[in-house]
């Protein structure tokens, strides 16, 4: 019990930030998206967009993947999908997710959504 109750204090806790749910709901409209791609998309220091994604990570809600020096962050799997069907589905987030959508099409259109900048 005390290792579910953990996991759901870690993911309400994840939940709890405007940053973070930003940074999740962008990449559930991408897909996948590499760190250097969400500090310029969040407009946040690699520190911070770093620390953010660990916490939405241990949480489960992300899944990483890294590649030579870049790392890509995904929507968490298993057991976490459901939160995450969950949480599109909220009506609270509407707004927000549509901003994801448009901030994602004008960041492609901007910069060709390809390359890491590093």
């Known amino acids: 019990m005390r290792n579910s109750m953990e996991t759901l204090r870690r993911r309400f806790v994840a939940l709890g930030d405007e940053t973070r749910l930003r940074a999740l709901l962008l990449i559930l409209s991408a897909g996948e998206l590499c760190l250097c791609h969400l500090e310029q998309l969040l407009e946040l220091p690699a520190s911070t967009a ?3 994604l660990g916490l939405l990570r ?3 809600l992300v899944s990483a ?6 790392v890509h962050f995904g929507p968490g799997t298993g057991e976490a999908r459901a939160w995450l069907d969950w949480l599109v589905q909220l009506p609270e987030l509407a707004a ?3 901003r994801a959508v448009q901030t994602l099409a004008q960041w492609r259109n901007d910069t060709g959504g390809t390359a ?3």
């Open 58 to 60: 241990e949480a489960g």
């Open 50 to 52: 770093s620390r953010h």
């Open 65 to 70: 993947r890294r590649t030579g020096r870049w």
């Open 116 to 118: 890491c900048p590093i």
């Open 96 to 98: 927000e997710r549509e």
